[in-house]
């Protein structure tokens, strides 16, 4: 069982930058790849980034390469997503997401999620 909570969300200018934490309980965080999905009002679920277990392999949706980077500490069981360049298009709220094997798009690969956390990017 992995529980997670993000923070780090909140208002910020076009342009400007914020960084999402995920923090995950439980001893096998290590082993879990973990993902980055973001929803925004009337739209569906969206894979924004992931990393596998080691963090030696990433991807980033092409809405977000560029701009956005994941990264994960395992030894502080925290996944972080660096967001820069935002947009008023990347406001969303964004989950944190963890599932075995290895780098995945669909959510359905995922078995944990987190609550959310709200990104606003004003114009």
């Known amino acids: 069982q992995v529980q997670l909570v993000e923070s780090g969300g909140g208002l910020v200018q076009a342009g400007g930058s914020l960084r999402l934490s995920c923090a995950a309980s439980?001893?096998?965080?290590?082993?879990?790849?973990m993902g980055w999905f973001r929803q925004a009002p009337g739209k569906e679920r969206e894979f924004v980034a992931a990393?596998?277990?080691?963090?030696?392999?990433?991807y980033c949706s092409d809405s977000v390469k560029g701009r956005f980077t994941i990264s994960r500490d395992n030894a502080k069981n925290t996944v972080y997503l660096q967001m820069n360049s935002l947009k008023p298009e990347d406001t969303a709220v964004y989950y944190c997401?963890?599932?075995?094997?290895?780098?995945?798009?669909?959510?359905?690969?995922?078995?944990?999620w987190g609550q959310g956390t709200q990104v606003t990017v004003s114009s």
């Open positions: 997401t963890a599932g075995a094997g290895s780098v995945r798009v669909s959510p359905w690969a995922y078995d944990y």
């Open positions: 990393i596998n277990w080691s963090g030696d392999i990433t």
């Open positions: 439980g001893r096998t965080f290590s082993s879990y790849a």
